[in-house]
């Protein structure tokens, strides 16, 4: 089973900087990996496949890197409403599909 | 617009037996694999279980196989997951989401659409 260990599990950041959010995985995959956005109380909505693909409607302050056990989400000039738990997925290796614990980013 | 409505959710004893739907509109549902995913109270994301398309394909988490099956009516676009011998760690609310293809293995396990979810609470 491949485990993705995200970190860190809590990210503090201002209004308006960046942020970085990293996803390892225990072994080397192709890039098929995702980053999900979930919000209290919503589904998981998908921002990026493929590493680095953006997904239909995701503004391009979302960006995806990464390859082999390194993967980043970056956000950049966050707002309000970018504060959220995000996820990343591998779907390369499997069964088990397998996610991250997750990385909750939080208004500083 | 897709749109994956989950029902069924309910409490129910462990040992127990409950049977989810995700009724699918917005897409054409036989040629997308669909998969459930659960999230615990408080707790992160889960993978369960996928099927294919045609439904011939299916895959389990560890976690659950021999207890669930998973399984589709594409005639009435709903997708099922059978849930038998629960346990309270089986406790969750339940999505149903669509890959993105019905071919490549990736393409099953990358999810576009989310439905909300149903409650499933396992406690005596």
């Known amino acids: 089973e491949i485990v993705m260990t995200q970190s860190p599990a809590t990210l503090s950041v201002s209004p308006g900087e960046r942020a970085t959010l990293s996803c390892r995985a225990s072994?080397?995959?192709?890039?098929?990996v995702a980053w999900y956005q979930q919000k209290p109380g919503q589904a998981p909505r998908l921002l990026i496949y493929?590493?680095?693909i953006r997904a239909t409607g995701v503004p391009a302050k979302f960006s995806g890197s990464g390859s082999g056990t390194e993967f980043t989400l970056t956000i950049t000039s966050l707002e309000s409403e970018d504060f959220a738990v995000y996820y990343c997925?591998?779907?390369?290796?499997?069964?088990?599909?397998?996610f991250g614990q997750g990385t909750r980013l939080e208004i500083k | 617009e897709v749109q994956l409505l989950e029902s069924g959710g309910l409490l129910v004893q462990p040992g127990g037996s409950l049977r989810l739907s995700c009724a699918a509109s917005?897409?054409?549902?036989?040629?997308?694999?669909i998969s459930w995913v659960r999230q615990a109270p408080g707790k992160g994301l889960e993978w369960v279980s996928v099927?294919?398309?045609?439904?011939?394909?299916?895959y389990y988490a560890e976690s659950v196989k021999g207890r669930f099956t998973i399984s589709r009516d594409n005639d009435k676009k709903t997708l099922y997951l059978q849930m038998n011998t629960l346990r309270p760690d089986d406790t969750a609310l339940y999505y149903c989401?669509?890959?993105?293809?019905?071919?490549?293995?990736?393409?099953?396990?990358?999810?576009?659409?989310w439905g909300r979810g149903t409650l499933v609470t396992v406690s005596s």
């Open positions: 989401a669509k890959g993105t293809g019905d071919n490549a293995l990736s393409s099953l396990g990358l999810f576009d659409s």
């Open positions: 917005g897409f054409d549902f036989s040629n997308f694999a």
């Open positions: 099927i294919t398309g045609r439904g011939h394909m299916t």
């Open positions: 072994e080397s995959i192709s890039p098929n």
């Open positions: 493929f590493a680095s």
């Open positions: 997925q591998q779907y390369d290796k499997w069964p088990p599909i397998t």
